[in-house]
């Protein structure tokens, strides 16, 4: 029987994933796979750009090399942008002049930087002018930090995760950083007014410069930056200026195909789009009216696609994903999920506060379930809420000693492991299993379970669980 043609456009964070599912379920047996990649490489996690703009080497968070592709039989089209479909004819032209035939595609094109209209922005070529960055790509990374030296002046349009994160990574290389932020407090989706305060006086200990409720004018500058002036006439000095205004999906592929698209390609439960053959998945669909911004959410569709795409479950289905991140923000353990404010007037809200720590938590609670939780500088009970959250558990009739509870490493209320990999989902038990089995580092449980291998943040957890149940082993071999 002829195998069919599966071709999927794009290969980031989503495509990773989605084609460690396909392995799984032995997808080569019914399908020849190709794979369009825009960027140059194999699939990397682009959650650790940090380490590549802090001047890592840029391999270490290259997650499949061109040799997984071809070990495999898999055609990667890396550096070739995909132009349209021909969705009647099933033909997929891309900027290189080829095209190619498939039976079924996967649109995985996920988001593009909003660079919003500022005087003196780009260059006469309508390029961002030399010294102006956009931060999503390991491109990205290597042209930032090539440009920049210790010593210089960067501006950071933009206060949310990834701003924060590029302002940390610059101030650590020596420079000098501004962040400038439209809204009154930091990270305004993820934190309340009090819990950005509370992050912008760490940022500020840690020696960066904050400017919020305010934007900038205009870039000046003979050819290359030399500085932003910003709504209120000041102005700041800038060889370096990094945008990072948040994103969008990238839908370019999907209009001209005239595959339908709102925000994001539209899509149903089984990740299809409207027109037959043709699947999406990751930041570039809207699913339900709902567009993503993280990891997660791409990660539970690929396993659904993957499990449809194969008959392995025909039944699965995606039903969307609770919105959580639990991050390391310029050094600043940051929790947040669900809402940040309170809804109805019956709402419950606790919130502690530790003026001396810069530290913060708040939770929000509505008939005894958690709706809303937030937490700086203090994340330990942040994998179990992230599980009582996920689960729909019952909180404890005084919220605040189940804060405790649950600070004290116990299990989520509702029982069951305690959730070590909110990313990947991991419990305590599964990452326990892998060390009794051998998996005695952080990367060795990584790869037995996908444990730590997402954003990261529950490494340091990870590396306690080894540590303690690596000598109880040893001591149970000895004895
Ligand atoms: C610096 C940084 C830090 C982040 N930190 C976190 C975090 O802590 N936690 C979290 O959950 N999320 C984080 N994110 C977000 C996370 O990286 C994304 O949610 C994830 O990458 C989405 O995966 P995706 O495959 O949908 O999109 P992407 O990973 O963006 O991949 C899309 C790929 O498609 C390619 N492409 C697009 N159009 C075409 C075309 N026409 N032809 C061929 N190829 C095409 C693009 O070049 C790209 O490589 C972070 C993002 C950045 C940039």
């Known amino acids: 029987m002829r195998k069919k043609d599966l071709v999927i456009i794009g290969n980031g964070m989503a495509t990773d994933r989605l084609l460690d599912e396909l392995m799984q379920r032995k997808a080569l047996d019914r399908y020849t796979l190709t794979v369009f990649g825009d960027e140059p490489h194999g699939a990397y996690n682009r959650i650790m750009l940090g380490k590549v703009l802090d001047g890592g080497d840029p391999d270490v968070i290259v997650t499949k090399p061109r040799s997984w592709y071809a070990d495999r039989g898999i055609h990667l089209m890396a550096g070739v942008r995909v132009e349209r479909l021909d969705t009647a004819a099933r033909r997929i032209y891309a900027f290189n002049g080829e095209s190619y035939h498939y039976d079924v595609t996967v649109l995985a094109t996920g988001s593009t930087p909003v660079v919003p209209a500022i005087d003196g922005m780009n260059g006469p070529d309508s390029q961002l002018r030399p010294g102006v960055f956009v931060y999503r790509t390991m491109d990205d990374c290597m042209r930032i930090r090539s440009f920049s030296r210790a010593g210089d002046n960067a501006v950071v349009l933009g206060g949310g995760l990834l701003g ?16 400038v932020h439209l809204a009154h407090g930091l990270m305004n989706t993820q934190l309340d007014f009090v819990g950005g305060e509370m992050l912008r006086r760490q940022i500020e200990n840690a020696g960066l410069f904050v400017r919020t409720g305010r934007t900038i004018d205009s870039i000046v500058g003979e050819e290359q930056v030399e500085g932003v002036v910003l709504d209120d006439g000041e102005r700041l000095a800038a060889d370096v200026v990094v945008v990072a205004c948040g994103v969008r999906p990238r839908v370019d592929v999907a209009r ?57 479950n025909p039944q699965a289905r995606y039903r969307g994903s609770k919105l ?18 309170p809804v109805l007037d019956t709402d419950e809200v606790i919130q502690v506060v530790e003026e001396r720590k810069y530290a913060y938590r708040k939770l929000i609670i509505r008939e005894r379930k958690l709706i809303g939780a937030q937490m700086v500088g203090n994340t330990v009970a942040a994998a179990a809420l992230i599980q009582v959250f996920d689960r729909g558990d019952l909180m404890p009739v005084d919220p605040l000693e189940g804060l405790c509870a649950f600070a004290a490493g116990g299990a ?58 690596a000598k109880k082993a040893a001591l149970a071999v000895s004895a």
């Open 412 to 469: 989520g209320l509702g029982g069951g492991a305690r959730q070590i990999c909110n990313c990947n989902k991991v419990s305590e038990d599964q990452i326990v299993e892998a060390i009794g089995a051998g998996a005695v580092s952080v990367q060795a449980v990584g790869e037995a379970t996908r444990a730590g291998t997402g954003c990261g943040s529950c490494q340091s957890e990870i590396k306690q669980l080894v540590q303690l149940h």
């Open 164 to 179: 924060l994160e590029a302002a940390k990574v610059l101030s650590d290389r020596g420079l000098h950083v501004t962040i």
């Open 324 to 341: 959580y991140a639990r991050l390391k923000v310029a050094g600043v353990e940051v929790a947040s999920l669900g809402t940040i404010e």
């Open 256 to 312: 001209v195909s005239k595959i339908p698209i709102n925000k994001g390609i539209l899509v149903n439960d089984t990740l299809a789009t409207q027109v037959p053959g043709v699947y999406g998945i990751g930041e570039c669909i809207e699913h339900a009216g709902v567009v993503y911004g993280l990891v997660a959410p791409a990660w539970e569709q690929s396993e659904v696609l993957a499990d449809l795409l194969t008959g392995a």
